[in-house]
């Protein structure tokens, strides 16, 4: 009788334990600066309002492999850190130009790549990797609405779209995942950061992708700097020569301002 007695509270106490990771997994929501960014846990079994982790906490849950599954949306650095983050590539016209415009300011970028232009393109994806840059999975091919698909999409999405990049340029690390349009779930999340990709969004937003003019892409991202901020740029999906523009007169303006280049948090909340 003492021996089932003991086993029992072992079988509760491994059940408790269970739930208490499943509750850190549930509750690794949105971090600092949702309200400017869209990726966002968007599907059905995303947390319930009110279960967002507060600003400096979010991320304790975190993978097997120690990355968090919370949302990075600030820059690695104690202080004024700057992550740049160029999406949708890589593009045999734009990502060219992008690249010379980072080299020409001595900055490194975090590439996001659609896995089936990783693979159209893959000399582009080694020129990337060759300057210096992070390399972003942006799964297979931007399909905005994975939020609502099952689990299995969102696994086939996100790893497949990594192999792509991985092929491409075998032997370089790629360590974040972006999810198209942000569209985030809990389970893609916990998918990407037992890959070792942290899920990566961004605090700063000119929707360059839109071509809204010069004028109004640099109003915004010189106007809307929080700390350690991750500003989103594109160098695919289309006409990129506002964004290209807006690098040239950027980059050199947030080095006056006293401004560093980093790459996203991967590590850390």
Same mark, same amino acid.
């Given at each position: 009788?003492?021996?089932?007695?003991?086993?029992?509270?072992?079988? #509760? !106490?491994?059940? &408790?334990?269970? +739930?208490?990771?499943?509750?850190?997994?549930?509750? =690794? $929501?949105?971090?600092?600066? @949702? *309200?400017?960014?869209?990726?966002?846990? #968007? !599907?059905?079994? &995303?947390?319930? +309002?009110?279960?967002?982790?507060?600003?400096?906490? =979010? $991320?304790?849950?975190?993978? @097997? *492999?120690?990355?968090?599954?919370?949302?990075?949306?600030?820059?690695?650095?104690?202080?004024?850190?700057?992550?740049?983050?160029?999406?949708? $590539?890589?593009?045999?016209?734009?990502?060219?130009?992008?690249?010379?415009?980072?080299?020409?300011?001595?900055?490194?970028?975090?590439?996001?790549?659609?896995?089936?232009?990783?693979?159209?393109?893959?000399?582009?994806?080694?020129?990337?990797?060759?300057?210096?840059?992070?390399?972003?999975?942006?799964?297979?091919?931007?399909?905005?609405?994975?939020?609502?698909?099952?689990?299995?999409?969102?696994?086939?999405?996100?790893?497949?779209?990594?192999?792509?990049?991985?092929?491409?340029?075998?032997?370089?690390?790629?360590?974040?995942?972006?999810?198209?349009?942000?569209?985030?779930?809990?389970?893609?999340?916990?998918?990407?950061?037992?890959?070792?990709?942290?899920?990566?969004?961004?605090?700063?937003?000119?929707?360059?992708?839109?071509?809204?003019?010069?004028?109004?892409?640099?109003?915004?991202?010189?106007?809307?700097?929080?700390?350690?901020?991750?500003?989103?740029?594109?160098?695919?999906?289309?006409?990129?020569?506002?964004?290209?523009?807006?690098?040239?007169?950027?980059?050199?303006?947030?080095?006056?301002?006293?401004?560093?280049?980093?790459?996203?948090?991967?590590?850390?909340?």
């Amino acid at each position: 009788m003492r021996i089932t007695t003991t086993s029992a509270r072992r079988r #509760r !106490a491994g059940s &408790a334990a269970a +739930a208490a990771v499943l509750g850190l997994l549930a509750a =690794a $929501g949105t971090p600092a600066y @949702a *309200a400017t960014d869209g990726s966002v846990d #968007r !599907a059905q079994d &995303a947390p319930p +309002a009110g279960h967002s982790a507060p600003v400096g906490t =979010a $991320g304790s849950a975190r993978s @097997a *492999a120690g990355i968090p599954l919370a949302i990075s949306r600030l820059a690695q650095g104690p202080g004024r850190d700057v992550a740049i983050t160029i999406d949708d $590539g890589p593009d045999p016209r734009w990502t060219p130009q992008v690249l010379e415009t980072l080299r020409e300011n001595h900055v490194k970028a975090t590439f996001c790549m659609i896995g089936t232009k990783a693979q159209k393109y893959p000399e582009l994806v080694r020129a990337v990797a060759a300057d210096g840059h992070q390399l972003c999975d942006h799964s297979v091919d931007h399909d905005v609405t994975m939020d609502h698909k099952p689990v299995a999409y969102q696994r086939q999405q996100i790893l497949e779209g990594k192999a792509m990049i991985e092929k491409a340029v075998p032997g370089v690390a790629v360590t974040y995942y972006r999810a198209p349009g942000g569209a985030f779930t809990p389970d893609s999340r916990a998918i990407a950061a037992a890959s070792g990709m942290r899920p990566l969004g961004w605090s700063v937003d000119p929707k360059d992708w839109s071509r809204p003019g010069l004028e109004a892409i640099l109003s915004t991202v010189k106007g809307k700097l929080p700390q350690q901020p991750t500003v989103l740029f594109h160098d695919g999906g289309g006409d990129r020569s506002e964004t290209v523009a807006a690098l040239k007169q950027y980059l050199p303006w947030l080095t006056e301002q006293g401004y560093r280049f980093s790459f996203p948090a991967r590590t850390t909340p």
